[in-house]
């Protein structure tokens, strides 16, 4: 016998028939995948991110290039000057050419000079070879030696004026500037040509009254300087000097520091460069997280949420919020640099629950 509401069931028509064995059917699926749902754990998939040291605290100043020394250079002996190889803007090696002055009449002098020279040495040594033997007398030796001295002084001074004659760079020079012109006349001691020393770069910059201590103690600071040119570049400076007198506009004392002349990039006085100084005895005073890594939580109260790299569970963590940085806050306390927390989706995450960590995508 069928039962009485299966019975009832076969005297509907065809169609009704189908339709209500198909609503009872997806009844009956919908309460078997809602039990499954409820019975499997969902495992959410987040971002995770250790938590980073806050640098030590550090000042950022604008500094200017500058030369060592600006020098003009002239020539000791006057002269008519032949055609210069630097052009300005050149960087000329210690010890190389310059500039150099017509030797013709340097060239004959000297050879005078050697001719003199060279009859004084034969006359005296004659006359000592004759005194030696009391052949000649005392007066007339001394006479020659007398002369054979003086002529050594003047061939030493001939030869000092034909080397006079080329101008060499007295350090690394960087030539800014022509005085005079090719094939001119000048006289000794005019100023031919205007150099600057780039055996080093020195970068100025004032520093206010408060961080004084930059002055007296600079060995407890570290200095490095940063250029447009090479942003991801930091070059270290040593403290050279610095000017007791304070600015009277923004009184801050003018310092300067030596940078290396770098052979990657080229540097020029006048450039700018950012410097950052950072004591070397100051101690990070907490972490950063991103901000995205920021929980208020139901009851207001700040919280991050670390991540278990064992169990792969999340737990909430509240903390210290301190000063914002751009993109990152300051936690001054409640969570240690190194510590892993999630910096995604942190509004859906409960205390326990298990997460799957997502490689960063950049």
């Keep these: 016998m069928l039962p009485m509401a299966f019975q009832l069931l076969l005297t509907l028509p065809r169609w ?58 002239a020539f000791q002996v006057g002269g008519q000057l032949l055609e210069q190889g630097p052009r300005e803007g050149a960087f000329v090696p210690h010890g190389e050419t310059l500039a150099m002055l017509d030797t013709t009449d340097f060239e004959l002098a000297l050879r005078q000079v050697e001719t003199r020279h060279e009859q004084a040495r034969r006359e005296y040594e004659r006359l000592r070879r004759l005194h030696t033997q009391n052949a000649a007398s005392t007066a007339s030796f001394e006479q020659a030696e007398a002369e054979f001295h003086t002529q050594t002084v003047a061939l030493e001074q001939a030869r000092r004026q034909l080397a006079y004659a080329r101008l060499e760079a007295p350090f690394d020079a960087l030539v800014t500037r022509r005085l005079a012109e090719p094939f001119a006349t000048v006289a000794a001691n005019t100023p031919i040509l205007r150099v600057q020393d780039m055996s080093e770069l ?3 910059f004032h520093v206010p ?60 006085p006048g450039m ?64 240690a640099a190194g510590e892993p927390i999630v910096t995604s989706g942190t509004h859906l995450l409960r205390d326990g629950m298990r997460v799957r960590p997502q490689a960063r995508l950049d």
Excluded: K
């Design 272 to 335: 700018t460069a950012n410097l950052v100084v950072t004591r070397l005895d100051s101690e990070p005073s907490g972490v950063t997280v991103p901000l995205a890594a920021l929980d208020p939580g139901n009851d207001g109260e700040m919280r991050v949420w670390r991540f278990d790299p064992e169990s792969q569970t999340v737990t909430p963590r509240p903390v210290t919020l301190g000063a914002a940085l751009p993109d990152r806050v300051t936690v001054l306390d409640g969570l």
């Design 16 to 73: 009704p028939r189908i339709l209500l064995f198909l609503s009872v059917a997806l009844g009956l699926t919908a309460c078997t995948e809602g039990a499954s749902t409820d019975s499997e754990e969902v495992i959410r998939p987040v971002r995770v991110e250790n938590a980073m040291s806050l640098p030590a605290p550090s000042h950022r100043f604008v500094a200017r290039v500058e030369a060592v020394s600006t020098v003009d250079l």
């Design 202 to 204: 020195r970068l100025r």
């Design 209 to 268: 009254e408060r961080l004084s201590a930059l002055l007296e103690h600079p060995e407890a600071y570290r200095m490095e300087a940063i250029f447009e040119a090479a942003p991801e570049r930091r070059f270290p400076v040593r403290y050279r000097e610095h000017r007791p007198q304070a600015d009277p506009v923004g009184q801050s004392y003018p310092v300067s520091v030596a940078l290396p002349r770098p052979d990657s990039l080229e540097l020029l």
